[in-house]
């Protein structure tokens, strides 16, 4: 099993301002890298898929890059909208995984 | 418009059975490959289950090898999870999602399962 790591945690970070998520996997996984985005009481919501392309209806200030093992999300001028929980995911191999997520909080 | 919608949970003794439904809608169904997701209480998401397009091939997490069925109904446009033998650490909400074709383009709103005496 791919196990996916994020980083950080908590993320704090004031409106306006970047943020950058992290997120690693055990082996590579090409670039069959997915991002969600959680809100309390929500389903999770499509960004991100093929690590750099943006999900129907997603803001530009979303991006994403990465391949291999090594990804990052950025969000380049946090809307209060954009605070939630992010999770990074595999679907590579069987059984697709997920990292334990990012919560994105206001500073 | 994607539409999906669960439906089945709720609570249930250790050792029984539940099985939900997923209803899709404003889609072609019989296209797509289905998974079901879950996320226990605070936690995050697992991967429990994946169904291909004709419901020839099936997928399952180890967690639920041999305890869960996934299965669909194309003419009816809907998707199912037979839950048996389910433990307290089953405990979780209860996501469907359609492939997209591998990523989870589009999310229900989820159905909760409480395995609890």
């Known amino acids: 099993e791919i196990v996916m790591t994020q980083s950080p945690a908590t993320l704090s970070v004031s409106p306006g301002e970047g943020a950058t998520l992290s997120c690693r996997a055990s082996q590579s996984v090409s670039s069959n890298l997915a991002w969600y985005q959680q809100k309390p009481g929500q389903a999770p919501r499509l960004l991100i898929y093929g690590a750099s392309t943006r999900a129907t209806g997603i803001p530009a200030r979303f991006s994403g890059s990465g391949s291999g093992t090594e990804f990052t999300l950025t969000i380049s001028s946090l809307q209060s909208e954009d605070f939630a929980v992010y999770y990074c995911q595999q679907y590579n191999n069987w059984p697709r995984t997920f990292g334990q997520g990012t919560k994105v909080e206001i500073k | 418009e994607v539409q999906l919608l669960e439906s089945g949970g709720g609570l249930v003794q250790p050792g029984g059975s539940l099985r939900l439904s997923c209803a899709a809608s404003g889609f072609t169904f019989s296209s797509y490959a289905m998974t ?13 289950s994946s169904i291909s397009d004709t419901g020839g091939s099936t997928l399952y997490a180890d967690s639920v090898k041999g305890r869960f069925t996934v299965s669909r109904d194309n ?22 999602a359609r492939a997209g074709p591998y990523y989870l383009a589009y999310w229900g709103q989820g159905t909760l399962v409480t395995v609890s005496s």
């Not at chain 2, 605070?42 to 991967?47: A, D, M, R, T």
């Open chain 2, 75 to 96: 003419s009816k446009n809907t998707l199912f999870l037979q839950m048996n033998t389910l433990r307290a650490e089953d405990t979780a909400v209860y996501y469907c």
């Open chain 2, 36 to 48: 079901w997701v879950r996320q226990a209480p605070g936690k995050g998401l697992e991967c429990v």
